[in-house]
C-alpha cells in the first residue's frame, strides 16, 4: 500500500469521491466525517498527510481545530485544506494555523491528485537527493534534511513542512534572492503573494521566539526573499 492519506470531510458524496479517487493512485486513504472521531483516531497514529475541511456538520470551524490539534502533535506533518470557503481570510488564517496548503474545491480532482503527488515528490526529493549534503550549517543555523529538523542557536525552530522547505531554499545560497514565485515552487505551493507573506511572517515569528535578535530573513522589496547571514 502507498501513502496513508487522512481525509475529514463531512459530506458523503465528496468524502466517498475524492477517497475513490486517492485509492486509485495506490494511496491508503482514511475517511472522517467529524472532529471528534478524527482527532481521536489521530492520537493513536499519525498517516502521512491529511485532508481538511474546514466547516464540518454544523461546526463552522471544526477543521481550524483539528489543524491547530494536529500542529501540537507535529510540526511537519503535511496538512492540506480542502474546502468550498474561497475567501482570501479563511486562507490565511488556515496557513496561520500551520497548512501546509489551502486548496478550494472547485479545483478538479486531476490537479487535487497533482498537488498531493508533488507535495510528495518534494518530501522524497530533499531526503534523497541532496546533493550529498544532508545537513546545512551557517553560524547559529543547522538545518537536518534527513530529520527535516531547523535548530537556531542550538534549539529547534518547530517549523511547517512548507516552512521547512522555504528555510532551506533559502539557507542553501545565504544572501542570494529567491522571488515569490521560486519560494512557492520550492515549497511545493502554489498560492498568491499574501500567502507567501503569511508563512514569512510564521517563520520570523518563531525564529524570534528563540532569539528576539533573529534578522536572517530579509525582505528584498520588489524582488523577493533572501538569508542574510
Not at 527535516?148 to 534572492?177: M, N, S, Y
Request: net charge negative; proline share 1%.
Amino acid at each position: 500500500m502507498g501513502k496513508h492519506i487522512v481525509l475529514v470531510e463531512d459530506e458523503l458524496s465528496i468524502r466517498e469521491n475524492y477517497a475513490d479517487a486517492l485509492r486509485q493512485q495506490n494511496y491508503e486513504v482514511t475517511a472522517y466525517e467529524n472532529k471528534d472521531v478524527a482527532m481521536q483516531a489521530f492520537k493513536s497514529g499519525l498517516p502521512d498527510l491529511v485532508l481538511l475541511d474546514i466547516g464540518l456538520g454544523d461546526d463552522a470551524e471544526a477543521g481550524f481545530e483539528i489543524c491547530r490539534e494536529l500542529r501540537s502533535l507535529s510540526s511537519t506533518l503535511p496538512i492540506i485544506f480542502l474546502t468550498a470557503r474561497d475567501s482570501d481570510f479563511d486562507a490565511i488564517s488556515g496557513l496561520r494555523l500551520g497548512a501546509d496548503d489551502y486548496i478550494t474545491k472547485d479545483i478538479n480532482i486531476h490537479q487535487l491528485l497533482a498537488r498531493v503527488a508533488a507535495l510528495f515528490r518534494r518530501i522524497n526529493a530533499m531526503q534523497e537527493n541532496a546533493q550529498g549534503n544532508k545537513r546545512i550549517i551557517h553560524e547559529d543555523l543547522m538545518i537536518d534534511v534527513d530529520c527535516l529538523l531547523v535548530e537556531w542557536k542550538g534549539q529547534r525552530v518547530d517549523l511547517t513542512l512548507t516552512e521547512f522547505w522555504i528555510v532551506h531554499a533559502l539557507a542553501r545560497i545565504p544572501g542570494h534572492v529567491k522571488n515569490r514565485d521560486q519560494l512557492m515552487s520550492e515549497a511545493n505551493i502554489f498560492v498568491d503573494d499574501s500567502t507567501v507573506t503569511s508563512h514569512m511572517k510564521r517563520i520570523r515569528k518563531k525564529f524570534k521566539e528563540i532569539d528576539r535578535e533573529f534578522e536572517c530573513v530579509e525582505t528584498m522589496y520588489g524582488m523577493g526573499y533572501r538569508w542574510n547571514a
